[in-house]
């Protein structure tokens, strides 16, 4: 999250594997790491975002978060 609120595109995506899957319900679904860094500084995108966790959820390799 903290990647996040700084914009830092390496921070970020060292933290995911290459098969991670975004999505982003209603909206799109963004599928792999040069998806995902392509989504953060897509155009539009301004400033770092205020994020805070709502829930965390695991289950063996996967990982919810519902951000609101």
């Known amino acids: 999250?903290?990647?996040f609120r700084?914009?830092?595109?390496q921070a970020?995506?060292?933290c995911l594997t290459d098969d991670v899957v975004?999505?982003?319900?209603?909206a799109r679904t963004t599928r792999g790491?040069?998806?995902?860094d392509a989504e953060?500084?897509?155009?539009?995108?301004?400033g770092s975002p205020d994020l805070s966790i709502e829930?965390?959820?695991?289950?063996?390799?996967s990982y919810m978060v519902a951000v609101p």
């Open 6 to 9: 700084r914009s830092d595109h």
């Open 12 to 14: 970020i995506l060292a």
């Open 55 to 61: 829930r965390l959820i695991s289950e063996v390799d």
């Open 40 to 46: 953060i500084g897509a155009p539009g995108f301004e």
């Open 33 to 36: 790491k040069a998806e995902f």
């Open 22 to 26: 975004w999505r982003i319900h209603g």
């Open 1 to 3: 999250m903290d990647g």
